[in-house]
């Protein structure tokens, strides 16, 4: 279960700090007289983590095998029919909520539901070993999907970390850094688009810490980590909650709001099939009713998540009305999340905002008592512009959260400092890809791994 998984990162973690910040001195000492140990030792703690994955998978093909096996001989012996098999099937996806006459199923969406699968013992595979290492994650509690999800924000943040990183090691030198370095940096910095406050904020961190002694370029990297960390922390401590999940015994209601084709849809998608896969019951409210096809494609994710659609296929339908019709239902089936799909037409700038405040009114009428989450949906690949663009909806649908979409294969990676500094809110989740998995809820530690790695 992700968020289990997650949670226990976070616990691990924190008390790994707290060691650190009591003997960080003595830890200092003992580290660069065992840099060599525990290199060895990471690399047998990842060797040993491989080894079990490995075996893990391939019992797993095994069982798979032997089922097809099975399902093979009865189908001879028994002569079953094919109709049945292929209701077999379709028991694999659909759940008792949905009734499948009322989907219709259009194969032009698709949605790619490929099973994580384990690599090669390389780099990859040794450096997400070591960020959850890092967390204090334990050897035996390790998953390939945490092991897939990692390999993959490493390799999607890649274009960002290519020109800045290797600028920084360039820079970072045994020399103190001259102006011209902090141009460089800061140049490097604006162009992963982090943006000018967050960018000015760990310049001069950098700088106050370089007047008081020189540091060669691992230090710079880890110091830059650390300040980066913090900034992008501020936000969620400051909310108070560190990791988003639904309040059970309580009604959650998740608004996704943001402008055309950033990846509402396929973000609440992704968040119903994790709320169930984390053992939540949920219900999506489809209330982008203003474009054709819309209704469609959040059917078409509800059906592999197994969850319930609520929805009007009259063209323009009200919005409100739709989100009406899904509070009730939850609230009379004590379901714990609904999922809020909303437009994002900004030509129609006006209208669009009074429809999120009256979204928002019916929900604050309907449920008071409700946990409301209006998360902003960002496309990283549209940087800073993006951003700005998004900001126009922080007022009417009091925005409380930010998710970062299309991660991969960007190099804006950096937008993410930007909206923590500039927007101050919190990142909740993060998306690296189109599939029904490539969405996680937001570590601050991994992302900035990843955003910074060296190798
Ligand atoms: N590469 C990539 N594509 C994404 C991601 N999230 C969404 N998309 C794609 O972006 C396009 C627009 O997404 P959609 O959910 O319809 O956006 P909406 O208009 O905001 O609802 C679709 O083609 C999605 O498959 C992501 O994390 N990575
Ligand atoms: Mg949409």
Not at 315 to 328: E, K, M, Q, S
């Amino acid at each position: 279960m992700v968020y289990d998984e997650l949670n226990r990162k976070r616990i691990s973690s924190e008390s790994k700090d707290r060691e650190e910040d009591l003997s960080s001195k003595e830890q200092e000492n003992i580290k660069s007289s065992e840099d060599l140990s525990l290199e060895d030792e990471s690399i047998e703690w990842a060797r040993k983590t491989f080894q079990r994955l490995k075996e893990q998978q391939e019992k797993r093909q095994e069982d798979e095998k032997r089922t097809e096996k099975i399902l093979e001989e009865k189908k001879f012996s028994e002569n079953i029919q094919k109709e049945e098999l292929v209701v077999l099937e379709q028991d694999k996806y659909s759940s008792q909520l949905l009734n499948p006459n009322d989907v219709e199923i259009s194969d032009s969406i698709e949605i790619q539901e490929s099973e994580p699968s384990l690599g090669q013992f390389d780099e990859a595979f040794t450096w997400s070993a070591e960020v959850l290492a890092a967390q204090g994650v334990r050897s035996e509690d390790v998953s390939l999907e945490e092991i897939d999800w990692l390999g993959r924000l490493r390799s999607g943040l890649e274009q960002t970390r290519r020109g800045f990183v290797t600028g920084l090691l360039e820079k970072f030198g045994d020399d103190p850094l001259t102006q011209e370095d902090f141009d460089t940096l800061e140049s490097l910095l604006l162009r992963a688009d982090a943006g000018v406050e967050a960018t000015e904020e760990v310049l001069d961190a950098l700088r106050r810490r370089l007047n008081e002694e020189v540091i060669d370029s691992k230090e710079g990297i880890d110091f830059l980590k650390k300040q980066l960390l913090k900034l992008i922390d501020a936000p969620i401590q400051k909310s108070g909650v560190k990791l988003l999940s639904p309040k059970k015994g309580k009604l959650n209601v998740w608004l996704l709001v943001g402008v055309n084709g950033v990846g509402k849809t396929t973000t609440l998608g992704k968040l119903a099939n994790l709320a169930i896969r984390s053992g939540y019951s949920a219900l999506i409210a489809a209330a982008d009713t203003f474009r054709a096809g819309a209704v469609k494609q959040v059917q078409v994710w509800g059906e592999r998540s197994g969850v319930q659609v609520i929805a009007n296929t009259s063209i323009n339908a009200d919005p409100a009305a739709v989100v009406f019709d899904a509070i009730g239902a939850a609230k009379s089936k004590g379901l714990d999340l609904v999922l809020v799909d909303t437009a994002g037409r900004l030509q129609t700038k006006h209208n669009l905002m009074e429809e999120l405040q009256k979204v928002r009114k019916i929900i604050d009428r309907l449920a008071p008592e409700a946990e409301v989450e209006s998360l902003l949906v960002l496309d990283a690949s549209q940087g800073q512009n993006g951003l700005k663009q998004a900001m126009a909806f922080a007022k009417s649908a009091k925005l409380t959260g930010v998710v970062i979409t299309k991660l991969d294969g960007t190099s804006r990676g950096g937008v993410a400092l930007a909206v923590s500094k500039e927007a101050g809110l919190p990142i909740r989740f993060i998306g690296a890809g189109e599939g029904i998995r490539d969405l996680r809820p937001f570590n601050s530690f991994e992302f900035i791994e990843a955003l910074l790695a060296t190798r």
